[in-house]
């Protein structure tokens, strides 16, 4: 027997209007509770477009870098810049890439601001802010504020905010596990072996007893030169001009990796720390920076 429209629909059967009643209100009631929900969340400031909105105005909120000078100083204020970024077929010279902080997006719902949980990548700098933005700090405990950093000298970056508890760029060797123990989202290999990754880590938690070595967090300046290392060691070092960022610890160079990934913020390249050297010794573009107090740079950007 053929089945009719009239024997598949037997809602009319099943239901009574009362039953049809209590759902329909049962519906209704749902509606109104999710509507109440999303007000409240709105109004404590808890929607994720709003912490979406609120992390995008913290990062990128304007910062005023150090006043041009010749030389860096501690204190200053600065951008952390590749002199070269090597693309196939892609012209960077008008992209001003530079170290920054990226957070991810697991983590956008429980803070909106700069803290450990967040990475740092190469990104393009159209403006210095808060997350493209250092202060160059003192290696030690002593307070060195406006005196001139030099070559081989040890120091550190701390990011512009917070304030009351400082946060410090570090790196770390591997664990006696061979595992690294700062967890990044990406990782970028040499020669089949995973590179040194950056992390942040708050004052507090840095130091004898804490989550990492005070040494971790130290850095110092080489000449790009290797001819000239030996006579510069301990001269003033200029802003502005190619360098190599050693970092103390595993005396590796802090390097910029030809990997784009992809961010809350947009394309950027991977960073990390690790030694890219050619037949002759010399480091390629991966390991030469510039330290920019925010005036034009002299730097001659070409491959090396």
């Known amino acids: 027997m053929p089945c009719t429209p009239a024997l598949l629909d037997t809602s009319s059967n099943r239901f009574s209007p009362s039953v049809r009643i209590g759902n329909w209100y049962e519906d209704s009631c749902l509606e109104e509770h999710k509507q109440n929900v999303f007000k409240r ?84 700098s159209d403006r210095s802010c808060v997350r493209n933005s250092f202060r160059i700090v003192s290696g030690d405990s002593t307070d060195r504020t406006n005196e001139v950093l030099k070559y081989g000298q040890h120091f550190r970056f701390e990011c512009v905010e917070p304030v009351d508890d400082p946060i410090w760029l570090y790196s770390a060797p591997k664990q006696c596990n061979l595992l690294h123990p700062i967890r990044t989202t990406f990782d970028s290999h040499k020669q089949g072996e995973v590179n040194y990754p950056l992390g942040l880590v708050h004052r507090s938690n840095c130091g004898i007893g804490r989550n990492v070595p005070t040494a971790h967090s130290n850095w110092f300046c080489i000449h790009v030169d290797p001819n000239k290392r030996f006579e510069s060691e301990g001269k003033e070092m200029p802003s502005n001009s190619p360098i190599v960022i050693v970092h103390a610890a595993t005396n590796r160079n802090l390097a910029v990796e030809n990997v784009v990934i992809q961010t809350l913020f947009g394309p950027e390249f991977l960073v990390s720390v690790q030694n890219y050297r050619n037949i002759y010794r010399r480091e390629t573009w991966k390991n030469v920076w510039m330290i920019s107090n925010g005036h034009q740079t002299n730097a001659k950007r070409v491959p090396h």
């Open 41 to 124: 969340q709105r109004d404590r400031g808890e929607l994720l477009v709003e912490k979406a909105r609120a992390l995008f105005d913290n990062f990128h909120k304007e910062v005023v870098l150090n006043a041009p000078k010749k030389h860096l100083s501690f204190g200053a204020v600065v951008q952390i810049m590749p002199i070269y970024v090597n693309l196939c077929d892609v012209d960077t010279s008008d992209m001003n890439p530079a170290l920054s902080v990226i957070i991810n997006e697991q983590v956008v719902r429980s803070s909106q601001s700069i803290n450990e949980e967040c990475e740092l990548t190469v990104a393009p």
